[in-house]
């Protein structure tokens, strides 16, 4: 058991009608790892959760939770996991700190003297009712619900969405804790900062199947470093070469994007060419994750 | 129509009531359709069943001498004439179902789009601050004037005089007004769309009891306090009185005013009372499906429960008195004779029918109280509790629990304060509760069938659970109607009341009773079954 991942979901489609929300996604989550999961509006994120937490049914393929069936499991799994959900709705007439421990007994217990600490660092007022919480102050109820229990697996759908950059800090340092700890974080998100702060493992999905997938390094080995270079002459046929893209000149400085299987090439060719300055960059994962979506258009 | 054109803010109203169009394409046609039919329908079965004038007068004199029948209907204006007997039979019934549909479509067009925050959506574009609630009360009012006229072209079409017809479409448009207003008034004071349709639902169980009392006592003024009440006194094919039409449209648009008034002084998505601060931690007991069901639903059962109470006290103080009224009566007295009755059995008839009316109306609760499971779904708060250990076999049970509970405290509220009142005034407090909580008891098994129903549904079509609120409409319409229309035993049996024992008069027989729980159960079942199997689905 301990070694089994965390997560492990291949082939997975689900239909909602005519439409395919999930068309054969594959997603390895090890324990103890924090992985990023990406994916642009639509792409079946969340219906990914949702199965996870066995409120949706798969048409076909397998996904295994824990070492466990998320939909026959579902409750003995779920003593061992936490969930945040992208669109949090609360009980109007409950308060936040009602909420809170009420969804932390229903999970099995929680701790009380966590609770107090994260109200601390979240900067919420637990006295207030539901209904009275803006967006961002609805999402802390939900993050610190799931972060006061102590459990193996963290799910979090967008769990930073609506809340300051004061709190997305917050939110970091207590992942960070969390990883710490050895907890399993699957991380749902549009803050790719964010994503590359916290999680070594990514999963990029459009359409509802995974189009990339590995270590943050490796992913960027794969793609494109960007360089930045001051030269005495430009050498002709730069532009030509193979592997280099998006070549734009300006005076003596010269920039373009490079194929990592063709950097040594380029590189030669440059310092043959009297280098003056020069800033290589590798990948962003924006510049990742644009590119993946990109391919669509 | 709505007394606030001519102030600022009236920008997009006309977009709004499109787009209300749209959304209720099928509901609106529905309501209107079912209104106008239960009275076109009323109508020829009175002028097939009665078609003597003899006939019909004998039977005016009957009504006459029912206050039970009264409470329920009215009274009869005219008996000689098909007009006047289907205006007594059938202008509550019309009017409470104008009313509602009034308070549900002003309440889902304002306070629960403020609620789910689309108002704010439709508020950031090129709309008026009044343009949501002037488009939900416009959209109603046209509603009720559409019923209105379809009710005068059935009945005139019936062959009835036209002038009758057209006061009888007028009465029951006119109080769809009025509840328009009441809605549109309670969806400025509460933040909630259930409270807003509790609150104006309540003004419609007052009005309904103030008639009743009114009409079953013979005191006229109690009955003027209601527009139900008003309703009736239009008097269509009895003389009409124009002026109470006038009444009725007048009083809506002072309501309407007052909702503009008071709108003006709340900002979006906020009630009139400022919200209250709540705890910082939970209470202990709340720890569970079942706490949270509890902790969710008991200001409405609590709601209900005084409902019961005021309207057991009220019934169970009145029954003496009309054995008062055969007393003074020898006439009538000689009447009852006849049917085969004397005061007691006068008194048991008035009290049997206000259980089977209560026995409706917490059938209406079991429903509702059900169905929270769905909203609970559809707002998408069911998904961190199932996404916690808590099963949805366990999840379903919590609220169905709260509802087959909650009918039970709520009949017997019923039963209790009623069969004390009637006690104390006849000198036996003690068995006359002891009575009457047995008699509302028996209506139990019904009331937990429609739980069922409603469970089925939230299983099987969670997103037609709806068609639970028509069942429950249909059983009403059957115990109504059904008797008037000779309609079928097959067909009245279907109906889960038509199988519960008039427990003051005849002896409990359990059969029919173990048969509704054993229905009750199996559906129940079925429908956290089919939950068990389905997907999650939001609204």
Redesign the interface.
Same mark, same amino acid.
């Given at each position: 058991m301990a070694n089994s991942p965390a997560i492990l979901i291949s082939g997975l489609t689900k239909r909602f009608g005519t439409v395919r929300a999930l068309d054969g996604l594959d997603l390895v989550v090890e324990a103890g790892e924090a992985h990023g999961f990406l994916g642009p509006n639509g792409s079946g994120k969340t219906t990914t959760l949702?199965i996870l937490?066995?409120?949706? #049914?798969t048409d076909s393929g397998h996904a295994e939770l824990l070492g466990g069936h998320p939909w026959r499991d /579902?409750?003995?799994l779920?003593?061992r996991l936490a969930?945040v959900?992208g669109?949090?709705?609360?009980?109007?007439?409950?308060?936040?700190?009602?909420?809170?421990?009420?969804?932390g007994?229903?999970?099995?217990g929680l701790d009380r003297r966590r609770k107090t600490t994260l109200l601390e660092r979240f900067a919420l007022d637990?006295? #207030?009712?539901g209904?009275?919480y803006s967006k961002g102050n609805r999402q802390k109820v939900?993050l610190i /619900?799931a972060l006061a229990s102590n459990v193996e697996l963290l799910l979090l759908d967008e769990p930073t969405s609506g809340l300051d950059p004061l709190m997305e800090a917050a939110f970091r340092e207590v992942i960070g804790e969390e990883l710490a700890r050895g907890r399993t974080v699957l991380l749902s998100s549009h803050s790719l900062s964010e994503v590359e702060a916290l999680c070594d493992q990514v999963t990029i999905i459009r359409d509802g199947r995974t189009v990339e997938t590995g270590t943050l390094a490796a992913l960027r080995h794969l793609t494109r470093t960007t360089i930045d270079v001051e030269l005495d002459d430009i050498p002709g046929g730069l532009a030509d070469l193979a592997g280099v893209h998006g070549l734009t000149v300006a005076g003596s400085r010269v920039r373009f994007q490079v194929d990592g299987e063709h950097l040594q090439t380029v590189l030669r060719l440059l310092t043959g060419s009297g280098v003056r300055a020069l800033t290589c960059r590798p990948a962003t994962l924006e510049e990742l994750f644009l590119r993946h979506y990109r391919i669509t258009s | 129509m709505t007394g606030m054109t001519g102030m600022t803010g009236m920008t997009g109203t006309l977009m709004l009531v499109r787009l209300a169009l749209r959304r209720d394409r099928v509901l609106l046609p529905v309501w209107i359709i079912v209104i106008a039919g239960v009275i076109t329908v009323s109508a020829s079965a009175i002028a097939e069943l009665y078609p003597q004038a003899g006939q019909r007068i004998a039977l005016g004199v009957t009504i006459g001498a029912t206050p039970a029948l009264q409470a329920l209907t009215g009274p009869v204006f005219d008996a000689g004439s098909v007009g006047g007997l289907t205006a007594w039979r059938a202008t509550t019934m019309a009017a409470v179902l104008a009313a509602l549909m009034s308070i549900l479509v002003v309440t889902r067009h304002t306070r629960a789009e403020e609620e789910s925050g689309r108002a704010e959506l439709v508020g950031a574009g090129v709309v008026g601050r009044q343009a949501i609630p002037a488009a939900a009360v416009l959209v109603t009012a046209a509603a009720n004037l559409l019923t209105a006229v379809l009710i005068t072209a059935g009945l005139t079409g019936q062959g009835l005089p036209a002038a009758g017809a057209l006061a009888f479409g007028a009465a029951v448009g006119g109080v769809g007004w009025v509840f328009t207003g009441v809605a549109i008034v309670a969806a400025q004071l509460t933040t909630q769309a259930r409270t807003a349709n509790a609150l104006a639902c309540a003004v419609l169980g007052v009005a309904f009891l103030l008639r009743a009392l009114g009409d079953a006592a013979k005191v006229e003024a109690l009955a003027w306090l209601s527009p139900l009440g008003w309703a009736q006194r239009v008097r269509a094919f009895a003389g009409e009185r124009w002026w109470v039409v006038a009444l009725l449209a007048v009083s809506a648009l002072v309501l309407v005013a007052a909702a503009a008034l008071l709108a003006r002084r709340r900002d979006l998505g906020a009630g009139l009372l400022p919200a209250r601060p709540g705890l910082p931690d939970a209470a202990a007991y709340l720890a569970g499906p079942l706490a949270l069901a509890w902790r969710l639903q008991r200001g409405g059962l609590l709601g209900w429960a005084i409902g019961f109470a005021v309207a057991g006290v009220l019934f169970g103080a009145l029954a003496h008195s009309l054995g008062d009224i055969v007393g003074d009566n020898p006439q009538l007295a000689a009447l009852l004779a006849q049917i085969g009755g004397g005061a007691d059995e006068l008194t048991d008839a008035f009290l049997t029918a206000e259980l089977s009316l209560l026995g409706l109306l917490a059938g209406a609760y079991a429903l509702q109280a059900t169905l929270r499971l769905r909203g609970e779904e559809a707002e998408l708060r069911a998904e961190p509790v199932l996404a916690t250990a808590v099963s949805r076999r366990r999840w379903s049970l919590s609220h169905l629990s709260v509802a087959l509970g909650g009918s039970v405290v709520i009949l017997s509220v019923g039963g209790l304060t009623a069969g004390l009142a009637h006690g104390l005034r006849i000198g036996e407090p003690a068995g006359q509760a002891a009575r009457m909580l047995g008699a509302a008891l028996v209506q139990v098994p019904a009331t937990w069938t429609l739980a069922g129903i409603a469970m089925l549904l939230f299983g099987l079509l969670p997103r037609l659970t709806a068609l639970a609120w028509a069942a429950l409409l249909a059983f009403a319409l059957l115990a109504q109607l059904g008797e008037l229309l000779q309609l079928d035993e097959r067909i009245t049996n279907l109906s889960p009341f038509a199988h519960v024992p008039q427990a003051l008069t005849q002896p409990v027989d359990a059969g029919p009773l173990l048969g509704l729980v054993l229905v009750t159960a199996a559906l129940l079942l079925a429908g956290i079954a089919a939950f068990q199997r389905r997907d999650l689905q939001e609204s």
């Open positions: 949702r937490l066995g409120l949706l #049914r /579902a409750v003995e779920h003593r969930y959900p669109d949090v709705v609360l009980w109007p007439t409950l308060s936040g700190g009602e909420a809170i421990d009420l969804l007994r229903l999970r099995g637990p006295a #207030r009712k209904r009275a939900a /619900a | -």
